[in-house]
Nanobody, 120 residues
Framework: QVQLVESGGGSVQAGGSLTLSCAAS????????MAWYRQVPGNQRELVAH???????TYRDSVKGRFSVSRDNAKNSVGLIMHSLKPEDTAVYVC??????????????WGKGTLVTVSS
């Protein structure tokens, strides 16, 4: 069983910074793609940042230049550094990973999410 556990959420004033982390645990071979999504109640979950095993990254337009995603393959973890936070960044941030199992097949996993609240 693979579990993803996020940490680092919290409350911050506009203009502040937060760092999120997510680590995968369990029995598996490796992690392919890693990503951070966010969701506001009543809205669809949206992709914030994505990083593949080569290290290539993509970001949604509204966070470009402010957020930075990184990964540590040795620790099967992904991080998200968020600067210049805005009230509209307030959401539950959820970690997502495509995990490669010992049998070679790949499965998606989600964390439970961590709340980020940005006050004006």
């Amino acid at each position: 069983q693979v579990q993803l556990v996020e940490s680092g959420g919290g409350s911050v004033q506009a203009g502040g910074s937060l760092t999120l982390s997510c680590a995968a645990s369990g029995r598996f071979s490796s992690v392919s793609a890693m990503a951070w999504y966010r969701q506001v109640p009543g809205n669809q979950r949206e992709l914030v940042a994505h990083i593949v095993d080569s290290g290539a990254t993509t970001y949604r337009d509204s966070v470009k230049g402010r957020f930075s995603v990184s990964r540590d393959n040795a620790k099967n973890s992904v991080g998200l550094i968020m600067h210049s936070l805005k009230p509209e960044d307030t959401a539950v941030y959820v970690c997502h990973m495509l995990v490669r199992h010992l049998g070679g097949y790949i499965m998606p996993y989600w964390g439970k999410g961590t709340l980020v609240t940005v006050s004006s």
